[in-house]
């Protein structure tokens, strides 16, 4: 079974977090949300989650690491000031980077893209990436694309809140293939 980590952090977007626990879940994606501090987290629109676990406690059961099992994908959902706290996390940061690393598939959305990938961990050099709109001013070295949902390599990057469907599906055929993506927008997207 694949598996997946989807971060949340105090301001996260509440549709670019959940669409991605929802999908993946219908999907047969084994899902754990992490918590950047207290596993009580609240969302930029003041919708309050309980997390799987905290990313210190994930990090303390050799998650993510050389130490322990790795997931198959890590989501980092946009939202203000959500971004920037994940950004601000060494904890969250390292997950991040160790996925990349070891050539895992690495999601983000929104604000997620330039704060977190390219602020945070750099990791967007010489990729194609799309975010929200004006975010792509902060980022150099990198392509930016106006499309809604965009795939390079093992990354996987979007647009915006309306977008968050879509790029749980392009999430879904990374992990699972082209069947399963078509089968949930079959179902969920309705086309």
């Known amino acids: 079974m694949k598996r997946a980590c989807v971060f949340l952090a105090e301001g996260f977007e509440e549709v670019e977090a959940l669409t991605p626990v929802d ?14 501090g207290s596993l009580r987290v609240t969302g930029s629109h003041g919708i ?3 997390a799987d676990l905290s990313v210190a406690q994930a990090l303390a059961m050799g998650e993510a690491t ?5 997931w198959d994908a890590v989501v980092v959902p946009g939202g203000q000031p959500g971004s920037r706290n994940i950004a601000a996390s060494k904890e969250a940061t390292a997950i991040i980077l160790h996925q990349a690393a070891r050539g895992g598939l690495v999601a983000a959305i929104c604000a997620a893209p330039a704060v977190v990938l390219h602020g945070a961990c750099g990791l967007l050099a010489g990729r194609r990436f799309t975010g929200y709109p004006g975010t792509e001013a902060s980022v150099t070295g990198a392509t930016f694309v106006p499309d809604r949902v965009v795939v390079d390599g093992n990354f996987v990057t979007a647009r915006a809140a309306g977008a ?5 599906v392009a999430i879904v055929e990374a992990l699972l293939g082209r069947e399963a993506a078509r089968e949930l927008a079959g179902k969920v997207l309705l086309g």
Request: hydrophobic residues 35%; proline residues 0%.
């Open 66 to 70: 050389d130490r322990g099992g790795s």
């Open 48 to 50: 309050e989650v309980l």
């Open 164 to 168: 968050a469907g879509e790029f749980s």
């Open 23 to 36: 999908y993946l879940r219908r999907s047969g994606v084994e899902v754990t949300t992490l918590a950047i």
